[in-house]
Every structure is written in C-alpha cells, then in structure tokens.
C-alpha cells in the first residue's frame, strides 16, 4: 500500500515498481523479485484507510524531489495519523534524493508530531 502518489492508476504506481527494480539492481536483497510487488496507491483520504491498517502488513510513503515534497508529504502523513493509518511506513522517493535536508526533517517531524516511524534505507 503506498500513500502519498499524484493519483492512483498505473502510471503513478510504476513509480514505485521502477524504485523497487532500481533497488533490487543496486543489491538490496529484501527487495526479492520486483516483479513480484503487488504496488496498490491508496490516497490517504480513503474511507478503508483505518481497515486497510489493520489487514496490511507493508505501507509506504511516497515522497517526491520537488520544493513542495516536504509540504505535501507532511500532509498525508497528518491524515493518516488523525484517520487511522499506519504508523510505520518505508519512505520511497526517487533515487536522487539524499537522507539529510528533506527525508530527516520529514522523519522528525512524522516522529515527534504525528507519532509515526518513516523508515529510510541506508545505501
């Protein structure tokens, strides 16, 4: 399940499945087969948010380069904290976007305000 892309149909979730290929090429072993993902976009406002909680084991956050990455990510996550969401996701992004500067301060700010673990892959 992963939360926080532009729309929902194939073209936004290939994103995801593109990142999981990329990893599995770099050797990240726990990626497995990326072929195998079965990548489902959820928009946090969803009425089945709470339900889909309870019965998903794996969640993650998409998280954009873009100067208002932070802005909307931070937003979502608000929602899935006051919805009942999860409260650990992986934080997936594209490649080029580092851990210091935007993925820390999201990290932070997830974890003090919202109460929510974002888990971000060391290389």
């Known amino acids: 399940m992963v939360l926080g892309l532009p729309g929902t149909g194939p073209r936004h979730t290939d994103k995801v499945s593109e990142l999981f290929a990329f990893w599995a090429g770099q ?5 497995g087969n990326p072929d ?6 959820l928009p946090a406002g969803s ?8 019965e998903q084991a794996r969640w993650a956050l998409w998280v954009d380069a873009d100067p208002e990455a932070f802005r909307r990510a931070y937003r979502v996550l608000k929602q899935v904290a006051e919805r009942g969401g999860p409260q650990r996701l992986l934080l997936v992004h594209p490649p080029g976007v580092g851990r210091q500067g935007l993925l820390s301060n999201l990290r932070h700010a997830a974890a003090s305000y919202l109460g929510i673990e974002l888990l971000v892959l060391a290389r």
């Open 47 to 54: 009425p089945h948010l709470p339900v889909l909680a309870e």
């Open 27 to 31: 050797g990240r072993q726990w990626v």
């Open 36 to 41: 195998a993902w079965r990548v489902v976009a």
